[in-house]
């Protein structure tokens, strides 16, 4: 029973890590690698495992980071079951769809910049081997327990972090030998919106828990509620334009609840509102088919209108005709669009139109790896790069934390102490700094934790068997 560790090790992106029992291998999540110049070249290089020779995947939620490399797992030559639950099951598509069409742009924009001679650049993957990752998922129910090979049974608890997001209790036996691992996946804040609560477990002989946050306190829900408000009240104030680059799936939702929920008191009758992101709007109807997954708030809220959340001046922009003419607001108009960390997608054509301009506001609402404009925008610097043109940055930044679908260090040990008997702890998906802030605070539980690094192997059998709990399938 060996636990390997390959992406999302020392930094936040590219998750993925491989268990291998008796004789088979189950990768958990195969994310895209995001963030900085090197990571076009890191996401084509070889596997370093043979994909032919995984039985199968769990994914923990449909996020790029997570699942954006399942096409190229399937291109490479894998050919097993992907398990997730029946609400990622939906948004994999979509996303996944997305990732080809921006891959084949960004190829044919490398392909004009080409020097005589030089070779042309390929999509990473196409929208052909998409919809052959997508004939390969299995939908399986959240709180039930599966054996999806033999010696490894899997039940997928909520994360809280995005529709649709899992952890996942995995009980693995070999040789006699029985041992129970908790993959974290990304935890979301306790009392979100729309969300239920991450999940409460009770035991496991390892933790595989994430710490993208876990040197910080995100702001109060109250209180990041009222700075957004205030914010919108100053950019109506100055007359310019709102732009908030968001994640297509749970962002771009919180957002439009928030906006549903504070309609009156912030005054957004006046506004225009955008939502320039086709992914994000396919997302939206996909969060509203899947009530059973929502807090109690947001059933209630959900009980009282049939549509979207009722904005009624707001206006889904799904073709580039639509996106396009926004550019033509001056003023007035909050436009929420994709991508997240601003490294692509139609946000960065407002962006351009817009950072020039000091009555402008950006509105920064997630987590921003290094090398990305949205991580450059967070950092204040006085101008940055779009489509190969520096534009200066005189538009008003502003970061909201509190709005991460990220748990800060208080949620991740509030999470970890529900566990009895302080089993050890391996922190992923995180700077390095952030692990290793958290892993102090886990030791000074009495802990044993510690910050993972890319190729690092855990014989699982060597662990003390502290979960006394059995799966039942």
Same mark, same amino acid.
């Given at each position: 029973?060996?636990? #390997? ?5 020392? #930094?936040?992106?590219?998750? &993925? ?12 999540? &195969?994310?895209?690698?995001?963030? %900085? ?16 020779? =995984? ?11 997570? &699942? ?19 609400? &990622?099951?939906? /948004? ?12 084949? $742009? ?14 042309? *650049? ?8 998409? #919809? ?7 939908? =399986? ?18 994360? @809280? ?19 129970? +691992?908790?993959?974290? %996946? ?50 109506? $104030? ?10 297509? =799936? ?50 209630? /809220? ?37 991508? @997240? ?9 407002? +962006? ?6 000091? #009555?402008?506001?950006?509105? =920064? ?11 450059? +925008? ?48 391996? /922190? ?9 802030? /958290? ?9 044993? *934790? ?24």
């Amino acid at each position: 029973m060996l636990l #390997e560790f390959f992406g999302a090790a020392g #930094e936040v992106t590219g998750s &993925c890590h491989i268990l291998r029992v008796a004789g088979r291998q189950l990768l958990l999540d &195969c994310g895209m690698i995001q963030g %900085g110049a090197d990571a076009p070249a890191r996401n084509r290089l070889p596997f370093p495992f043979d994909a032919a020779a =995984i039985d199968a995947v769990v994914l923990s939620h449909a996020h790029v980071d997570h &699942c954006g490399r399942l096409p190229l797992l399937v291109k490479r030559g894998f050919r097993g079951p992907i398990y997730t639950n029946t609400a &990622c099951a939906d /948004l994999v598509p979509i996303l996944l769809r997305d990732s080809a069409s921006l891959a084949l $742009r960004d190829a044919e924009r490398a392909n004009r910049n080409l020097a005589p001679g030089a070779p042309h *650049a390929g999509a990473l993957y196409d929208l052909a081997d998409v #919809e052959a990752t997508l004939e390969q998922i299995r939908p =399986i129910p959240y709180d039930t327990a599966r054996e999806l090979l033999p010696g490894v049974t899997v039940r997928v608890r909520d994360a @809280g972090h995005i529709l649709g997001s899992s952890s996942v209790e995995a009980w693995v036996s070999e040789g006699g030998e029985r041992r129970k +691992l908790v993959f974290s %996946g990304d935890l979301g804040q306790y009392d979100t919106p729309i969300l239920q609560d991450p999940w409460k477990f009770e035991a496991a002989d390892l933790v595989l828990m994430e710490s993208t946050y876990g040197d910080r306190r995100h702001r109060g829900r109250d209180d990041t509620e009222r700075e957004l408000g205030g914010i919108l009240a100053q950019a109506a $104030r100055d007359g310019g334009n709102v732009i908030v680059p968001a994640f297509a =799936i749970g962002r771009s939702q919180e957002l439009l609840y928030l906006l549903a929920r504070h309609y009156a008191e912030w005054q957004l009758a006046s506004w225009k509102i955008f939502l320039d992101s086709p992914m994000a709007i396919a997302a939206s109807k996909v969060y509203w088919a899947h009530p059973d997954r929502y807090d109690e708030e947001a059933t209630r /809220l959900r009980a009282g209108f049939r549509g979207l959340p009722p904005l009624p001046n707001l206006e889904l922009s799904e073709t580039a005709d639509q996106s396009r003419a926004i550019n033509n607001v001056r003023g007035g108009a909050i436009i929420i669009a994709g991508s @997240g960390m601003a490294n692509g997608g139609r946000v960065l054509h407002h +962006l351009k139109h817009n950072l020039p301009r000091p #009555e402008c506001h950006v509105l =920064i609402v997630g987590f921003q790896a290094p090398g990305t404009l949205g991580r450059a +925008l967070v950092d204040r610097k006085p101008e940055v790069w779009i489509h190969g043109q520096r534009v200066p940055s005189a538009a008003q930044v502003h970061t909201l934390g509190g709005l991460s679908a990220h748990g800060d260090q208080a949620d991740l040990l509030r999470w970890y102490d529900s566990f009895e008997g302080r089993p050890p702890v391996y /922190l992923v998906h995180g700077e390095v700094a952030s692990s290793e802030a /958290l892993a102090v605070k886990l030791r000074e539980r009495g802990a044993a *934790a510690t910050v993972t690094r890319p190729g690092l192997k855990l014989d699982l059998a060597s662990l003390t068997a502290l979960a006394r709990d059995a799966p039942s399938p």
